[in-house]
């Protein structure tokens, strides 16, 4: 009997004396900082991958890392558009940014710019599917505003307006349409034009005079103070969502009557409309993330993302829960993921895809070995992560999971100014 406690006394004291291996994925420099703290930092399970955004506190200069390598995007404004950002493609990212002399989009590695304004508007197929090899772009030239078409890094226009087809209007044999002194062309694939009789499609949107407009069939909405996903299909559905007033609404029309929803706090992602008059799209109200699939309104969560639709209507999208998981609810049949609460822009490129830090503050990972003889603590308040109550590392964990593989917690964190990653087998 006193030898078999030895020997159980001896393997407690051999698991609470393990060292966690350590692994430096990043080395910041002495005058560098990782932008609004270090909970931009990305990592997924299977791999090394990482994206971040760092400051240069000496040449006040900002860099957008994407698995180590670094990129330039000024000291203008920090903040890139995300349009893409998938950490496990080889440049699997396309964002623009600005710098005094104009707007610049990084696609894949190729920089273009720069350009007058803002946002761009990428072409997609019928299917939905982005091109972001050719993309349009306002241009202020003194007075008047005109639009170009940029493909493969050449640049097509002027015109006074250009429309890419859509999911819903495409057609097979058109590139896009542009308009001319009030007369719209069709741009073939081959390279030819032709005018056509019909607008690019029975509602488009257009700016005058500081406000934004849709027009239905000919005739404009009133002035907006913005705005956008206008979707249409070819029975003459339509939906957008647009501001006014400080508050966010999304108008349908899907039986003839047009529809504008309360006013929210913030309508997020694209408004997804089928042929059949489906719809559904995410808000935020008091604080909290739902969505309204086809007018019904569905839970409410700390955030929401990831919101897809099928031409059948059917829905799914990303949650969190008080579990530190991050869940698929398909038309309403929630499934819990690999991801942890804070990877939710890994699911979605969304607008606030670099989010603020100040949800993950105080934020306590808690995670447990599927037999629950293990268990994972890690708090913001606290320079390390604790197993089976024992401390390690010197930093709280950005994200940590259990992989079954190795049989291990996993865990990275920012420690003084090297971004690494912990392994600790169990």
Known sequence: MLMFAAIVAGNINAQNNKEPKREVLFTLAANEEIESGEYFVLQQVKGNHFACIIYDT?????????????????????????????????????????????????????????????????????????????????????????????????????????????????????????????????????GSSKKVQEAPAFAYVHEKGGKYYVNINGRDSKGYDGVWDLQSTESGKYAYRYKENGKWHAITNIDGTEKSSRGYDYCSEDIHLTESGKYAY??????????????????????????????????????????????????????????????????????????????????????????????????????HVVIDGVTHGHAPALYAWYDAEKNAFIWNAIEGKELVIYEYKL
């Open 58 to 190: 000496l040449g006040k200069n900002y860099t957008f890392v994407f698995n180590g390598k670094r990129m330039d995007v000024g000291n203008y404004y920090y903040y890139p558009d995300f349009y893409h950002l998938n950490v496990h493609e080889e440049n699997g990212y396309v964002f623009g940014y600005s710098l005094q002399d104009g707007y610049y989009v990084n696609i894949k590695g190729k920089v273009y710019g720069p350009f007058d304004g803002g946002s761009l508007t990428f072409a997609s197929d019928s299917k939905g599917n982005t091109d972001f090899n050719k993309f349009h772009y306002a241009q202020t030239e003194g007075e008047r505003t005109t639009y170009y078409i940029h493909r493969d890094g050449t640049k097509d226009g002027p015109f006074d307006r250009v429309h890419f087809p859509g999911k819903h209007d495409a057609l097979p044999d058109r590139e896009f349409l542009y308009m001319l002194d009030d007369r719209w062309y069709a741009r073939y694939s081959d």
């Open 282 to 383: 995410l808000y935020k109200e008091n604080g909290k993330w739902h969505a309204n699939a086809n007018g019904k309104e569905i839970e409410e969560h700390d955030y929401l993302t990831g919101l897809e639709m099928d031409d059948k209507g059917n829905y799914s999208f990303y949650d969190n829960h008080d579990d530190g998981r991050i869940y698929n609810n398909n038309n309403g049949k929630e499934t819990k993921t690999e991801y942890l609460t804070g990877m939710e822009w890994r699911l979605s490129c969304a607008p606030d895809l670099f989010a603020s830090n100040n949800r993950y503050k105080s934020r306590q990972l808690e995670i447990y070995s599927p037999d629950k003889e293990h268990s994972f603590d890690s708090s913001y308040e606290h320079a």
